[in-house]
C-alpha cells in the first residue's frame, strides 16, 4: 500500500512554516544582534564563549526538564508557540533599545544566549508533535522534508535580505516579525493528539522518560549510536580538516582558489542535505526505517578513508568523494532513527525521550572536546605536508569509531519489526 505524501496535509504545510520559520529566525538571529549598536555590544570572543556554552548547557540542564512540560502539555503546538513568542519578546527587546539608540552590551549579550539556547530545545516540542501532525506511518518523509525545507526557503529569501544592505536595525525587525509569524503559525496545526498523562511530579516523570530509555533496547541502541557518535565527532573533524589541508595545497597548482572551495567546500556541503533527504525518502519503504540507518552507516562510512588521496592527483574529487557520502550517510541515518523512535514510542513519552537524547548528545559533545588536543595531534603527523601514509592512521581511527557507533544498532536489528509491548510503552 502506498503511503500518502505529507505534502497533501494542509496542517503539515503550515507546520512546516512554522518549523522553517522559526529555524531561519534563529539563524539570523545572532548576526544580526552582534552588529546592533553604534559600537559592538561586548568582546566578540567573550560572546563566543559565552553563546558556546549556552548552547552546551542549555540542553544538558532544560531538555528533560523540557521534556516533561511538553508530555504534559494538553497541545504541544503551546509549547511551540511559547517558545516563539519567547524569542520574538527578546530580539524585540534590543531591537526596541536599538531603535532608542541605547542598547547595552550585557543586555544584546543575554538575548544571544537566550535564543541560542532556544534554538538548541526547540526541537523537543517539533519532534514530540510531528507524529500526531502527520501520523506514525509518514515520518520519514515528514522529517525528510524538514530537514531541507529552511535552506529551500533561504533561496528566495537571502536576495531579498539583502536589499537591507546591512541594516542591523532593519534585520532585527525582520527577524522579530519572522518569529512572531512563527508562533501564529503554530496555532494554526491543530492535530489530535492523546490527553497527556496524569502528573506525578517532575522528578518522577523525568525518572520515567529516563527508566523507559534504557529498558527499551531499540531505543537503548539508538541513544548509544547518538552518543557514540556524538564523543567521536571531534576526531573526525579534524582528521578531515587535516585532509582539507592536503587537498587544498595538491589543487592550488592546478585550479584557482575559488574554484577548490566550491568542489570541496561548498558543493558537500549545500548538495548533501538535499541528497541525503531524496535518499532516506526513496530507500526507507524498501529497507524500512531502522535497517535504513545501520546500512548508511556501513556503506558511508568507509567512504571516509579516501580522503587520504587528498593531497594526490585530483585530490580535489577523491576529497569531495570521501567528504559527501560520509556526510550523506549521516543525514539518511539521523532521518531515519529519528522517525523509527517517533513511530516506536507512546505518544506520552515523546517529548521526555526527545529531551533526555538530547541533553545526552549535548554532554557526548562536550566530552568530545576532550578529545581534540590528541586528535589534532593524530591530525598532525603528516607535518605541513601530509601525505596519504601518515593521514590513514587518523581516518582508520575515525572510520573505525563511526563503525562502532552502529555496533548496537545492528545487535537489535532483529527486534525492530516488534512493536512496542503496551506494558512497556505503560512504563
Known amino acids: 500500500m502506498t503511503t500518502p505524501s505529507p505534502l497533501r496535509s494542509r496542517r503539515f504545510l503550515i507546520f512546516g512554516l512554522a518549523f522553517a520559520a522559526l529555524h531561519i529566525s534563529f539563524m539570523f538571529a545572532e548576526p544580526s544582534l552582534l552588529g546592533s549598536g553604534p559600537e559592538p555590544p561586548t568582546d566578540p570572543r567573550d560572546v563566543i564563549v559565552l553563546n558556546g556554552a549556552a548552547g552546551t548547557l542549555a540542553p544538558i540542564l532544560l531538555g528533560l526538564p523540557l521534556g516533561v512540560l511538553v508530555d504534559r502539555a494538553r497541545r504541544r503546538r503551546s509549547v511551540l508557540m511559547v517558545m516563539a513568542l519567547l524569542g520574538t519578546v527578546a530580539v ?8 532608542l539608540g541605547t542598547p547595552g552590551g550585557p543586555h544584546v549579550t543575554a538575548v544571544i544566549m537566550a535564543t541560542t539556547a532556544l534554538a538548541t530545545v526547540a526541537s523537543v516540542g517539533q519532534d514530540a508533535y510531528l507524529p500526531s501532525v502527520v501520523g506514525r506511518e509518514r515520518l520519514v518523509p515528514a522529517n525528510a522534508l524538514l530537514s531541507v525545507l529552511p535552506q529551500l526557503l533561504l533561496l528566495p529569501l537571502v536576495p531579498a ?22 508562533a501564529s503559525l503554530w496555532r494554526g496545526v491543530a492535530a489530535v493528539e492523546e490527553p497527556p498523562p496524569p502528573r506525578a511530579g517532575l522528578w518522577r516523570e523525568m525518572a520515567e522518560g529516563i527508566r523507559f530509555t534504557v529498558r527499551q533496547p531499540v531505543l537503548r541502541a539508538i541513544t548509544l549510536y547518538l552518543v557514540v557518535s556524538a564523543l567521536s565527532a571531534e576526531l573526525a573533524d579534524e582528521v578531515t580538516d587535516e585532509a582539507r589541508s592536503a587537498a587544498t595545497d595538491a589543487a592550488l597548482s592546478h585550479m584557482p582558489w575559488g574554484e577548490f572551495i566550491w568542489w570541496a567546500v561548498m558543493l558537500p556541503l549545500y548538495s548533501a542535505p538535499f541528497l541525503g533527504a531524496l535518499l532516506a525518502v526513496l530507500l526507507h519503504r524498501r529497507l524500512g526505517a531502522f535497517r535504513l540507518a545501520w546500512s548508511a552507516v556501513l556503506v ?12 594526490t ?19 539518511v541515518v539521523a532521518i531515519a532513527l529519528l522517525s523509527h523512535r517517533q513511530a516506536i514510542m507512546p505518544d506520552r513519552l515523546l517529548g521526555r525521550v526527545g529531551g533526555l537524547l538530547l541533553a545526552l548528545t549535548a554532554l557526548a559533545d562536550g566530552l568530545g572536546t576532550l578529545l581534540e588536543a590528541p586528535a589534532e595531534w593524530l591530525a598532525e603527523l603528516g607535518g605541513p605536508s601530509p601525505t596519504p601514509l601518515t593521514l590513514l592512521p587518523g581516518l582508520v581511527l575515525a572510520t573505525v569509531a563511526a563503525l562502532a557507533a552502529a555496533v548496537p544498532l545492528l545487535r537489535v536489528r532483529r527486534l525492530t519489526a516488534v512493536p512496542v509491548p503496551e506494558t512497556t510503552a505503560a512504563g
Request: charged residues 10%.
Open 92 to 99: 524585540a527587546s534590543v531591537t526596541v533599545a536599538e531603535g
Open 161 to 182: 535580505l539583502s536589499l537591507l544592505d546591512g541594516d542591523e536595525f532593519a534585520l532585527l525587525v525582520v527577524v522579530s516579525v519572522t518569529m512572531a509569524g512563527a
Open 300 to 311: 558511508s562510512q568507509p567512504f571516509m578513508l579516501l580522503l587520504a588521496l587528498s593531497g
Open 313 to 331: 592527483g585530483w585530490g580535489h574529487l577523491w576529497h569531495l568523494i570521501g567528504r559527501s557520502v560520509p556526510l550523506v550517510g549521516t543525514i
